[in-house]
């Protein structure tokens, strides 16, 4: 089965022994369980859960290529899919540079419907979850990132009639920030800074997500 999680059908099709395999995409919390029922009764088991995914710019890189990837991993599907880029790593000796052209790029896409193909950035799925995401960037300032840009709510034109924000970009993230480290799920991107490789990769690995 594929497990949509949560309640009692859930937990009924999980114990049953008619039941072989399990393919989960979701939360953490949820897949630890899924996981702990699985190993009990020995069924297969797939769990695809939360992330705190990074894009590493080194420098010797392509920065309008790594740009493109920055862009589409971050915003592509406003930051709503297990495998949005939710941390840019620099390295310091393009850090400024990098930074100066996100910004521009950032401010100029464009927030539509969704289904429309010039929409470069659509809207969070509710009304909760937008308050989840700017509860972020609050938190993000007051843990001492800088905010770069974006970060507000947006409703002009067609958009007032959906959940939007404007992208958020946040500079000056310390891996210990909240925002370096639980999963947003919004088009919000921390970037924090390397000193080299070694420190990039060390900077990845600092998060409890698989």
Aim: proline share 3%; with cysteine.
């Amino acid at each position: 089965i594929v497990y949509g999680g949560g309640g009692e059908i859930g937990e009924a099709l999980m114990g049953s022994p008619d039941i072989v395999g399990i393919s989960f995409t979701g939360s953490s919390d949820i897949g630890r369980r899924i996981g702990e029922v699985c190993g009990r009764t020995l069924k297969r088991c797939s769990l695809e859960l939360g992330g705190k995914n990074g894009q590493v710019v080194m420098g010797d890189a392509n920065l309008e290529l790594a740009l493109e990837g920055v862009l589409w991993g971050a915003f592509g599907t406003t930051g709503q899919r297990c495998t949005a880029t939710s941390r840019l790593i620099i390295e310091e000796p393009v850090y400024d540079k990098f930074l100066e052209m996100l910004k521009f790029r950032v401010e100029k896409l464009k927030l539509g419907n969704g289904l429309d193909e010039s929409s470069e950035v659509g809207p969070l799925v509710s009304k909760a979850q937008r308050e989840s995401v700017m509860g972020y960037v609050e938190v993000g300032k007051k843990d001492g990132a800088r905010l770069l840009t974006g970060g507000d709510i947006f409703t002009l034109g067609e958009c007032s009639k959906g959940w939007f924000m404007k992208p958020a970009v946040f500079c000056d993230v310390t891996p210990t920030m909240r925002i370096a480290k639980e999963e947003i799920f919004g088009p919000v991107l921390s970037v924090l800074k390397a000193r080299n490789f070694d420190h990039a990769i060390e900077i990845l690995n600092d998060t409890e997500y698989g």
